[in-house]
């Protein structure tokens, strides 16, 4: 990873607490009072769709290191073979992965609100996030996940095997959907283990991003709160929490592709 990369990223993402959330959304210029205002939002009938270039996030120069970054991967990884075929596919034809994270009210059988996908398109890397402002939303928000599916000759997750696919899946089946074709899957915290369970205290993203990846989050909403941010969104319409989960779930998709490129790296490199 390039220093202007880490360092625009640094400036996006350890959790600090409520305190520090407040100091980032006040440092924000013009902060959206509602989500419908957010930045990027292209649709807000039966489910709220926000889509933006992840330079909205990072700024310019982060994202053309990235995107260089993965160009340059795809070239040097030709001449290697030991890279698992998975990850050498992805960084091979990134333009043909999507990228997913999904937020949901609690463990398996709880309804996903918001979900997150990332696409690398010429030259750019654009960030869908689509969310259910309210419990009735969520049919909306799969039925939209089929829709991702069909243009998607890859999936790359972190746990989604386990987890993310498993609940869209149960989901779309109690919303009446048919099974969809899902194309291959690269669930990256197998490869992460495989790779780094032995020189870390555990494989959990944002122990990959802090200890592989170099940078820390700033201003982050904890997992563990996210289920009840949303239901007091849902309740009370405010905004002040909910529109951090949608920074976590952004920064959770832009480690998925730090993690796939430190996966590409020698054995040796320091991480």
């Known amino acids: 990873m ?3 990369f880490r360092e ?3 400036e996006i993402g350890p959790d600090r607490g409520k305190r520090e959330r407040a100091r980032v959304r006040e440092k924000q210029a013009k902060p959206p009072r509602t989500i419908d205002e957010m930045k990027g939002v292209v649709r807000k009938e039966g489910v709220l769709v926000v889509e933006r270039s992840l330079a909205d996030l990072i700024g310019d120069e982060a994202l053309t290191s990235l995107v260089s970054e993965l160009e340059r991967t795809s070239r040097t990884i030709l001449a290697r073979d030991d890279v698992a075929e ?8 990134p333009d043909r992965a999507l990228f997913i994270d999904t937020e949901t009210t609690g ?4 309804m996903v609100f918001l979900l997150g996908a990332m696409r690398v398109e010429r030259g750019d890397v654009r960030l869908t996030q689509v969310f259910a402002r309210d419990y009735r939303e ?3 928000l799969v039925e939209s996940w089929l829709a991702m599916l069909e243009g998607a000759g890859m999936l790359v997750s972190f746990n989604g095997k386990s987890f993310d696919l498993p609940v869209l899946r149960d989901r779309l089946g109690l919303h009446g959907f048919e099974p969809p074709r899902e ?3 690269l669930d990256l915290l197998h490869h992460a283990r495989r790779r780094w369970q032995e020189v870390l205290p555990d494989c959990r993203l944002q122990t990959l991003e802090w200890r592989i990846c170099g940078r820390r989050r700033a201003g982050d909403i904890p997992g563990e709160e996210i289920p009840a941010v949303y239901h007091h969104f849902v309740r009370t319409g405010d905004t002040r929490d909910i529109l951090t989960v949608f920074h976590h779930n952004a920064l959770d998709l832009i480690t998925l592709a730090e ?3 430190k996966l590409a790296a020698p054995e040796d490199d320091p991480a």
Not at 107 to 110: E, S
């Open 2 to 4: 390039t220093d202007d």
């Open 86 to 93: 998975e990850v050498r596919e992805l960084l091979q034809n």
């Open 107 to 110: 463990l398996a059988g709880n």
């Open 8 to 10: 625009r990223l640094a």
């Open 259 to 261: 993690v796939a490129l």
């Open 138 to 140: 969520e049919r909306a």
């Open 183 to 185: 194309p291959p899957h």
